[in-house]
């Protein structure tokens, strides 16, 4: 397309005589032109992940608490079922000892018939006190 076409006269003209044709901005104006930074959210905010983050703690902590509450029924239940059968374990030691002992006592007489003054089953220590033993066989050398 010629100059003298879009001017609408024909031939070689002025500039001068030529009319003036500016560019201007479209009916209405250009659109704004955006130039803050904007950066696009991605993911959830921070607001969701705190929520999220206290929900799954304070769920975890709920199911520590019930499992601390089978735990100590357990315990509990474990703790009343040994002491309701320990009088039982305690009369079969106490027979185990008897019998333990009379075989101690038959041995040491044996051993000590030769000795003059010797009183079976009498303690060699002057303290009064008696003790029976803490585990095991009475005397494990004596069978």
């Given amino acids: ?21 500016q560019d201007g901005p479209p009916p209405g104006g250009f659109a704004p032109v955006r130039y803050a930074r ?16 206290f929900g799954a703690f304070a769920w975890g902590m709920y199911q520590v608490g019930k499992g601390n509450k089978v735990r100590r029924a357990l315990k509990e239940e474990k703790i009343a079922a040994r002491s309701a059968i320990l009088p ?17 006592l038959e041995e040491e007489a044996r051993i000590m018939k030769d000795v ?28």
């Fill in 116 to 143: 003059p003054g010797w009183k079976v089953g009498e303690s060699v220590y002057n303290s009064g006190k008696w003790m029976p033993p803490a585990t095991g066989e009475l005397r494990p050398e004596v069978w």
């Fill in 1 to 21: 397309m010629t100059e003298a076409m879009v001017r609408n006269k024909p031939g070689m003209a002025s500039v001068k005589d030529m009319p003036v044709l």
């Fill in 38 to 53: 904007r950066i696009p959210t991605k993911g959830p905010s921070a607001a969701a992940i705190f929520l999220t983050t």
């Fill in 88 to 104: 039982m374990l305690q009369a079969e030691e106490d027979e185990r000892f008897v019998k333990e002992w009379k075989k101690y």
